[in-house]
């Protein structure tokens, strides 16, 4: 047996590690000396499997392959995968985000669901946690999605306002505004009406949206 090994790697080395290394070389190097594997494990007082194992990894990579190594897998089994981390890192150095906005972003259009700091470990681990100085956020291409029968899905937005009344006293407003998808931002806005029982528009719309009722909690049928 050859125990000179193949070219060792220039790397720094501990030194337990080097005493791991001399301690293990010394097995080898008597194995070949007795001509028995056997006997030389009993001598040492290790396995036989331990040997051939240290004597694989000897040929293979020489003394770097004699240092202890950590147990671990070669890759986690709940690491990102590669092509997220690459989108991650892309929305981050063209768009400049945010762990948030990248997570808002991979769960809206990609159907990911990551955590705000997971991203920021993936961002920290490749170096971009940190934006350049003076660099300002750039807004993302977003794809508004958009219906072609009118009247098929309208969006509707309340808005709580406080107006002066003729007399000086503060009136209670609701702005209720509805978009048609199909018709696009330039569909009327319904006027400011007071939010009660007896306005045809609250009557409409109270009962598809979240709103307060004017004298407390709505009781059905009261």
Not at 53 to 62: H, N
Not at 98 to 120: C, K
Request: charged share 25%; net charge positive; proline share 9%.
């Amino acid at each position: 047996m050859d125990t000179s090994g193949p070219h060792p790697r220039r790397c720094r080395v501990s030194l337990k590690a080097k005493q791991e290394i001399r301690r293990k070389k010394q097995v080898l190097e008597h194995a070949v000396r007795l001509g028995n594997v056997r006997k030389t494990c009993r001598f040492f007082g290790i396995s036989r499997s331990s040997y051939y194992v240290w004597k694989a990894a000897y040929q293979r990579e020489g003394d770097t392959g004699l240092i202890n190594k950590k147990p671990c897998a070669s890759r986690h089994p709940k690491a990102l995968a590669p092509e997220l981390v690459d989108r991650i890192l892309h929305l981050r150095r063209t768009y400049h985000l945010g762990p948030r906005r990248i997570v808002w972003y991979l769960a809206r259009y990609h159907g990911r669901t990551v955590s705000d700091a997971t991203v920021y470990r993936t961002l920290r681990r490749h170096g971009v946690h940190r934006l350049p100085s003076r660099v300002g956020r750039r807004a993302v291409h977003t794809h508004r999605y958009e219906k072609q029968v009118p009247g098929h899905h309208i969006q509707v937005d309340v808005k709580f306002l406080t107006l002066p009344g003729p007399r000086g006293q503060r009136l209670r407003r609701y702005q209720y505004t509805a978009i048609d998808d199909a018709t696009g931002p330039g569909a009327p806005t319904l006027p400011a009406a007071h939010a009660g029982e007896r306005d045809p528009v609250y009557r409409r719309l109270h009962p598809a949206l979240p709103l307060p009722h004017p004298h407390g909690p709505h009781r059905p049928g009261a």
